[in-house]
């Protein structure tokens, strides 16, 4: 062991310093020294003993990695690098998380000003924002393909159903992380579908005194508030990723320590030759996989940032209301398949089931009968798969708000007209293209285009919830004759279509618009409907329906996402 | 091999442009931004307004235009103009004078929306103190007041009337009085909403039934007859308060009355005569 | 060596004392496990004050609302005050096969729907109360008009009280585990709604059914 001194004094200086640099190379990479890293990135055969499988004895990060794979697994097919994929998300979403913690406070009082904070006032917040929130979409869409394809190819199988249990249990870690980041905004999408859900929670098939008291566990009080918050936010932010990161360390030995399965047609039925792999079919990590999981880390960077920057933007409605729900309440997209689930059966079943379908899941693999992975041989199970995720397809699109109970058509045109919450074709015409006056839907406003549009809309929207009587309409509208329905009570009710959804027979409609500030506008939906009997009766005047627009205010510039109008 | 060398580099490259384009973009994003959040929440504070204050504020919050929020009828508004230059103009406003508020004028409307006039009709809004609204709401509300300001109210010159000192001099100057127009005026300056109709003594609830007040008016201040008494309780509601009010003994000093009626009948100084004359039923 | 052989015997046979006190203390740590996760449960769940949702509300007898109107809300204590009489019917509380025959008195209604959690309104056009979230309907006593709330509204324990807010007069009678109407007594002068007494409401016929408009 020399010192750099007497190296200095033996070799001279520059060849002392080469030979320092080359040690140093070699302690940092943990067993590579200038030239090996060199030789690798030049794509030369390694000298022996191969100085490549050293880092991943030696150091801590790469111990965890494989020194190499079967050439067969490191293609595309067969696993479409949806693990690697998911843990990548996992990573990137703990790092957007942390910093955005860096301007959250976790109580009613303030999250929500925190949210428009991180938006108007912290630089680049807008962006780090969207890039949690769609990181988050895309990490549960990546999860549930990687289950998906871990299925397809039978790599479930023995000996890795440890493997696959360790998995749902991560597949049910990543949902709760993102229900719980769900809330955090506390706006009212937050608030409500939270508080909906878990209401879920005491519909168990447990007697009433446990419901209600999980019940009262997972909101913090008879209610959702700001215990309620802090409990979610420490779940988020504590509970689940340490979970998951403990979950993914038992998963990704178990991994390692198995091999990655072999494509099904690559080995004998029954036979698993994952970890015996011949030399001449070996890829060695360094350098080939690590170029290519920096490519693909670089490829779905920039996919991510481009994505949150120009397609994509995370929604901030009105300030959470516990008094007031909204016509509209919405399950996350990943959860509408309970929503529709909800609709086709009483909830005490479906809450009952949905436990019973993830114990199902896990013990899978402990009763399979077949050995083959060959697709050939596993029809059966393979259609099975197909149609249930035909059936989660399904549900999820039943769960959605088309499919809604529907409140009265007045109501109804007004929701998508002038919506509660968001932007939409009215509220995003620009302030100046709106004159104070009414206007009638499908009118043409010359010299407003956006507003003429955002009128073809409305008479669109409110021809689908009107039928007519033959009595003249003030615009021409084209709709369907009306269904008349008496009820006990001799009140007739009009329905239109082919599930005799309520409609207004001839009704008038117009937009009011008033400006009562000084760059504020008030936008007012107004319906009378006249008595069909009796032309002279007015059978319900509607005009509640108040939105307010500021000049300000940027709706235009939400509407250009493609996820908001 | 190479291929993905080049195909992470470039990703790397276009990553790197993308982030300085979003960067360059940015400051005027968040400008927008800003303007956009200020914007929504003088949306939100119009809806509450309408909600919660038209009723006694007015339509416009001139303390103009009040309708019952049930039956939809026109009703006195109870409550002060806040569409009105006194309070909104300059960084200090006449009515911040007025009470001796020392901080800012959000601070300040923030302030009497939170936490009330105690001995007035204005109640507690803030959930912090017993009302029904949470901060962010009352910001709102705030927001939208302070939105009324605008050139176009503070540049129009204020007109100040100076006011004689008895309702002799007064007189003077305005000797007629249109009682008919003085009832009008009695419901939309927001008489009406404390002091009732001069029919009915039931329906004075807040201030004192003024349905006899030519013949009683007389007997409360030493030296003041009727006239010069109603004179003085109008512009000076402070100066002397009568001890029974329809809820019991009346509040104050200061009187739950506004006192800004002076500024009020400023531009036009008749109205006074024509209100004394419809109250003294002359 | 002698105690050493025999303990190597016992090994495959009888237990060793060394064993059976190792199980001893499984025994004790496994105790301890579930001792501490229900005193983790009892730390985790929410206490309820007076005045606060979850405890007791007083209320003048004066603000009890008018027989068979509008109900009165109080937000803070997520209840609707109703004042029914089921003699003296009207649109907004109408008799139906299946009601309890007399119902006079008075109600605390929770404002939750009973499907799903969601905040109900009650809508004047229509005389009832209607959710937004699936479009659950109830009457002005909380009986549902329409699914899908699959009960008809919880009631919170109504208690008249004397002058001192503290004498109990009477209180809400229990009939099949449900809070019926409380007819108050001439001297109440106080009402206390127990917001942490909450009964589910029963699985009533659909109202709907009555007169052929369930959708």
């Given at each position: 062991m020399t010192t750099f001194v007497d190296q200095v004094r033996e070799l001279g200086v520059k060849q002392a310093v080469i030979a320092k640099t080359d040690e140093v190379v070699e302690r940092i990479t943990a067993g590579m020294n200038v030239n090996d890293v060199r030789a690798a990135l030049r794509g030369d055969e390694p000298r022996r003993?191969?100085?490549?499988l050293r880092p991943h004895a030696d150091s801590f990060w790469l111990?965890?990695?494989?020194?190499?794979?079967?050439t067969e697994v490191t293609?595309?097919?067969?696993?479409?690098?949806l693990g690697w994929l998911s843990t990548f998300m996992f990573v990137w979403e703990t790092i957007t998380g942390i910093i955005l913690m860096v301007f959250y406070t976790p109580s009613p009082l303030v999250a929500y000003g925190n949210m428009w904070n991180i938006l108007a006032?912290?630089?680049?917040g807008q962006l780090f924002r969207n890039m949690h929130r769609l990181g988050a979409e895309v990490m549960v869409i990546v999860v549930a393909l990687h289950m998906l394809r871990t299925f397809i190819t039978g790599s479930y199988k023995k000996p890795r159903q440890f493997t696959w249990a360790t998995g749902m249990i991560l597949l049910v870690l990543t949902l709760l992380l993102s229900f719980s980041g769900y809330?955090?905004?506390?706006?009212q999408l937050a608030y409500w579908a939270l508080t909906v859900f878990l209401s879920a929670?005491?519909?168990?098939?447990?007697p009433p005194a446990v419901n209600q008291n999980i019940l009262l566990i997972a909101q913090g009080g008879?209610?959702?508030g700001a215990n309620g918050l802090l409990r979610w936010y420490l779940l988020h932010v504590l509970l689940m990723p340490l979970l998951l990161g403990i979950f993914f360390f038992v998963h990704y030995y178990k991994v390692v320590l198995h091999g990655l399965s072999l494509p099904?047609?690559?080995?004998?039925?029954?036979?698993?030759?994952?970890?015996?792999?011949?030399r001449d079919e070996r890829t060695y990590f360094i350098p080939d996989l690590l170029t290519s999981e920096l490519m693909w880390t670089a490829l779905l960077s920039l996919f991510l940032i481009a994505g949150s920057l120009w397609l994509w933007d995370a929604p901030l409605e009105t300030h959470a209301d516990p008094v007031v729900t909204p016509l509209h309440v919405v399950a996350p997209w990943y959860l509408s398949w309970s929503q529709g689930w909800l609709k086709l059966a009483d909830k005490t079943i479906i809450v009952g089931f949905i436990p019973l379908l993830m114990v199902a899941f896990i013990v899978m693999p402990y009763f399979?009968?077949?050995?083959?992975?060959?697709y050939a041989d596993r029809r059966v199970g393979l259609s099975v798969s197909m149609v249930f995720i035909a059936f989660m397809l399904v549900s999820n699109w039943m769960g959605t708000p088309e499919f809604r109970v529907e409140s009265s058509p007045d109501r109804e045109v007004s929701i998508k007209v002038?919506?509660?919450?968001g932007p939409s074709l009215l509220m995003a015409?620009?302030?100046?293209?709106i004159q104070p006056g009414s206007y009638l839907p499908g009118q043409v406003v010359s010299g407003s285009p956006h507003l003429t549009e955002a009128l073809a809309y409305y008479k669109t929207i409110l021809e689908e919830h009107s039928c007519t009587m033959g009595n003249p309409a003030l615009t021409d509208f084209h709709v369907a004759a009306c269904r008349i329905e008496e009820g006990g009570t001799g009140e007739k009710r009009y329905g239109v279509g082919i599930n005799n959804k309520e409609a207004m027979p001839d009704p008038y409609s117009e937009l009011r618009v008033e400006e009562?500030?000084?760059g504020l506008l008030e936008l007012n939906l107004y319906y009378e409907v006249a008595n069909?009997?009796?032309?002279?009766?007015?059978?319900n005047i509607s005009d509640d329906w108040v939105k307010h627009k500021h000049i300000d205010s940027n709706y235009e510039e939400e509407c250009r996402y493609f996820n908001k109008c | 091999m190479q291929v993905k060398i080049i195909i992470g580099t470039v990703s790397f490259m276009i990553a790197m442009m993308v982030l300085g384009y979003a960067a360059i973009r940015e400051t005027t994003r968040l400008e927008r931004f800003s303007a956009a959040r200020t914007g929504r929440q003088i949306e939100m504070g119009a809806h509450l307004y309408n909600q919660n204050c038209a009723t006694c504020h007015g339509v416009y919050a001139k303390a103009e235009e009040c309708y019952d929020a049930g039956t939809g009828e026109p009703i006195g508004c109870i409550g002060l103009p806040l569409n009105y230059n006194a309070l909104?103009?300059?960084?200090?406003?006449l009515r911040m004078e007025a009470m001796n508020w020392s901080g800012t004028k959000e601070a300040f409307i923030q302030s009497t929306l939170a936490?009330?006039?105690?001995?007035?009709?204005?109640?507690?809004?803030?959930e912090n103190f017993?009302?029904?609204?949470?901060d962010d709401q009352i910001e709102n509300i705030a927001q939208f007041i302070l939105n009324y300001e605008t050139e176009e109210l503070c540049s129009a010159p204020l007109v100040v009337f100076d006011w004689p000192d008895t309702y002799e001099e007064y007189s003077a100057e305005f000797p007629e009085g249109d009682a008919a127009h003085g009832e009008e005026l009695f419901l939309t300056l927001g008489c009406?909403?404390?002091?009732?109709?001069?029919?009915?003594?039931?329906?004075?609830?807040?201030?004192?039934?003024?349905?006899n007040i030519a013949e009683v008016?007389?007997?409360?201040?030493?030296?003041?007859n009727a006239e010069e008494y109603v004179y003085q309780s109008i512009l000076e509601p402070s100066a002397f308060i009568v001890p029974e009010c329809p809820t019991g003994p009346c509040a104050g000093p200061p009187s739950?009355?506004?006192?800004?009626f002076p500024l009020r009948m400023s531009e036009n100084p008749q109205d006074l005569q024509d209100v004394m004359t419809y109250i003294l039923g002359k | 060596m002698a105690s050493q052989a025999a303990s190597v015997e016992q090994a495959g046979g009888g237990m060793s004392r060394r064993e059976f006190l190792y199980y001893i203390w499984g025994a004790s740590i496994a105790l301890l496990t579930v001792e501490a996760a229900g005193l983790l449960i009892w730390f985790l769940i929410p206490r309820f004050r007076e005045g606060e949702f979850g405890g007791m509300f007083f209320l003048p007898v004066g603000d009890v609302p008018d027989v068979n109107s509008e109900p009165a809300l109080y937000a803070d204590g997520r209840f609707w005050l109703v004042n029914l009489n089921s003699?003296?019917?009207n649109d907004l509380f109408y008799p139906a096969p299946g009601?309890?025959?007399?119902?006079?008195g008075v109600c605390a209604i929770y404002t939750?729907?009973?499907?799903?959690g969601c905040i109900y309104a009650w809508t004047p056009a229509n005389d009832r109360y209607e959710c937004p979230c699936h479009g659950s309907k109830y009457r002005?006593?909380?009986?549902?008009?329409?699914?899908?709330?699959?009960?008809s509204l919880d009631r919170f324990q109504v208690l008249a009280l004397a002058d001192d807010k503290t004498t109990v007069l009477d209180s809400s009678p229990l009939v099949n585990d449900f809070w019926n109407p409380l007819a108050l007594p001439?001297?109440?002068?106080f009402i206390g709604i127990d917001t942490g007494n909450k009964k589910n409401g029963p699985t009533q016929v659909l109202l709907c059914r009555f007169n052929d408009s369930c959708p």
């Amino acid at each position: 062991m020399t010192t750099f001194v007497d190296q200095v004094r033996e070799l001279g200086v520059k060849q002392a310093v080469i030979a320092k640099t080359d040690e140093v190379v070699e302690r940092i990479t943990a067993g590579m020294n200038v030239n090996d890293v060199r030789a690798a990135l030049r794509g030369d055969e390694p000298r022996r003993p191969n100085p490549r499988l050293r880092p991943h004895a030696d150091s801590f990060w790469l111990h965890i990695r494989p020194s190499f794979y079967h050439t067969e697994v490191t293609n595309i097919y067969p696993t479409f690098r949806l693990g690697w994929l998911s843990t990548f998300m996992f990573v990137w979403e703990t790092i957007t998380g942390i910093i955005l913690m860096v301007f959250y406070t976790p109580s009613p009082l303030v999250a929500y000003g925190n949210m428009w904070n991180i938006l108007a006032n912290v630089p680049l917040g807008q962006l780090f924002r969207n890039m949690h929130r769609l990181g988050a979409e895309v990490m549960v869409i990546v999860v549930a393909l990687h289950m998906l394809r871990t299925f397809i190819t039978g790599s479930y199988k023995k000996p890795r159903q440890f493997t696959w249990a360790t998995g749902m249990i991560l597949l049910v870690l990543t949902l709760l992380l993102s229900f719980s980041g769900y809330l955090l905004p506390w706006d009212q999408l937050a608030y409500w579908a939270l508080t909906v859900f878990l209401s879920a929670s005491e519909a168990a098939p447990a007697p009433p005194a446990v419901n209600q008291n999980i019940l009262l566990i997972a909101q913090g009080g008879p209610s959702l508030g700001a215990n309620g918050l802090l409990r979610w936010y420490l779940l988020h932010v504590l509970l689940m990723p340490l979970l998951l990161g403990i979950f993914f360390f038992v998963h990704y030995y178990k991994v390692v320590l198995h091999g990655l399965s072999l494509p099904p047609g690559r080995e004998e039925i029954g036979e698993d030759t994952a970890k015996r792999v011949p030399r001449d079919e070996r890829t060695y990590f360094i350098p080939d996989l690590l170029t290519s999981e920096l490519m693909w880390t670089a490829l779905l960077s920039l996919f991510l940032i481009a994505g949150s920057l120009w397609l994509w933007d995370a929604p901030l409605e009105t300030h959470a209301d516990p008094v007031v729900t909204p016509l509209h309440v919405v399950a996350p997209w990943y959860l509408s398949w309970s929503q529709g689930w909800l609709k086709l059966a009483d909830k005490t079943i479906i809450v009952g089931f949905i436990p019973l379908l993830m114990v199902a899941f896990i013990v899978m693999p402990y009763f399979e009968v077949g050995k083959s992975r060959r697709y050939a041989d596993r029809r059966v199970g393979l259609s099975v798969s197909m149609v249930f995720i035909a059936f989660m397809l399904v549900s999820n699109w039943m769960g959605t708000p088309e499919f809604r109970v529907e409140s009265s058509p007045d109501r109804e045109v007004s929701i998508k007209v002038l919506p509660e919450e968001g932007p939409s074709l009215l509220m995003a015409v620009p302030y100046e293209e709106i004159q104070p006056g009414s206007y009638l839907p499908g009118q043409v406003v010359s010299g407003s285009p956006h507003l003429t549009e955002a009128l073809a809309y409305y008479k669109t929207i409110l021809e689908e919830h009107s039928c007519t009587m033959g009595n003249p309409a003030l615009t021409d509208f084209h709709v369907a004759a009306c269904r008349i329905e008496e009820g006990g009570t001799g009140e007739k009710r009009y329905g239109v279509g082919i599930n005799n959804k309520e409609a207004m027979p001839d009704p008038y409609s117009e937009l009011r618009v008033e400006e009562v500030q000084d760059g504020l506008l008030e936008l007012n939906l107004y319906y009378e409907v006249a008595n069909p009997d009796d032309l002279n009766e007015i059978l319900n005047i509607s005009d509640d329906w108040v939105k307010h627009k500021h000049i300000d205010s940027n709706y235009e510039e939400e509407c250009r996402y493609f996820n908001k109008c | 091999m190479q291929v993905k060398i080049i195909i992470g580099t470039v990703s790397f490259m276009i990553a790197m442009m993308v982030l300085g384009y979003a960067a360059i973009r940015e400051t005027t994003r968040l400008e927008r931004f800003s303007a956009a959040r200020t914007g929504r929440q003088i949306e939100m504070g119009a809806h509450l307004y309408n909600q919660n204050c038209a009723t006694c504020h007015g339509v416009y919050a001139k303390a103009e235009e009040c309708y019952d929020a049930g039956t939809g009828e026109p009703i006195g508004c109870i409550g002060l103009p806040l569409n009105y230059n006194a309070l909104l103009c300059g960084d200090t406003s006449l009515r911040m004078e007025a009470m001796n508020w020392s901080g800012t004028k959000e601070a300040f409307i923030q302030s009497t929306l939170a936490s009330g006039r105690p001995g007035t009709e204005m109640p507690t809004w803030s959930e912090n103190f017993g009302g029904p609204l949470r901060d962010d709401q009352i910001e709102n509300i705030a927001q939208f007041i302070l939105n009324y300001e605008t050139e176009e109210l503070c540049s129009a010159p204020l007109v100040v009337f100076d006011w004689p000192d008895t309702y002799e001099e007064y007189s003077a100057e305005f000797p007629e009085g249109d009682a008919a127009h003085g009832e009008e005026l009695f419901l939309t300056l927001g008489c009406t909403g404390c002091h009732g109709n001069l029919e009915d003594e039931a329906s004075a609830t807040v201030g004192p039934w003024l349905g006899n007040i030519a013949e009683v008016g007389g007997t409360f201040v030493e030296g003041l007859n009727a006239e010069e008494y109603v004179y003085q309780s109008i512009l000076e509601p402070s100066a002397f308060i009568v001890p029974e009010c329809p809820t019991g003994p009346c509040a104050g000093p200061p009187s739950p009355m506004p006192d800004n009626f002076p500024l009020r009948m400023s531009e036009n100084p008749q109205d006074l005569q024509d209100v004394m004359t419809y109250i003294l039923g002359k | 060596m002698a105690s050493q052989a025999a303990s190597v015997e016992q090994a495959g046979g009888g237990m060793s004392r060394r064993e059976f006190l190792y199980y001893i203390w499984g025994a004790s740590i496994a105790l301890l496990t579930v001792e501490a996760a229900g005193l983790l449960i009892w730390f985790l769940i929410p206490r309820f004050r007076e005045g606060e949702f979850g405890g007791m509300f007083f209320l003048p007898v004066g603000d009890v609302p008018d027989v068979n109107s509008e109900p009165a809300l109080y937000a803070d204590g997520r209840f609707w005050l109703v004042n029914l009489n089921s003699q003296e019917p009207n649109d907004l509380f109408y008799p139906a096969p299946g009601d309890d025959d007399p119902l006079i008195g008075v109600c605390a209604i929770y404002t939750v729907c009973t499907h799903l959690g969601c905040i109900y309104a009650w809508t004047p056009a229509n005389d009832r109360y209607e959710c937004p979230c699936h479009g659950s309907k109830y009457r002005l006593d909380g009986r549902r008009i329409e699914s899908p709330a699959p009960r008809s509204l919880d009631r919170f324990q109504v208690l008249a009280l004397a002058d001192d807010k503290t004498t109990v007069l009477d209180s809400s009678p229990l009939v099949n585990d449900f809070w019926n109407p409380l007819a108050l007594p001439s001297e109440t002068a106080f009402i206390g709604i127990d917001t942490g007494n909450k009964k589910n409401g029963p699985t009533q016929v659909l109202l709907c059914r009555f007169n052929d408009s369930c959708p």
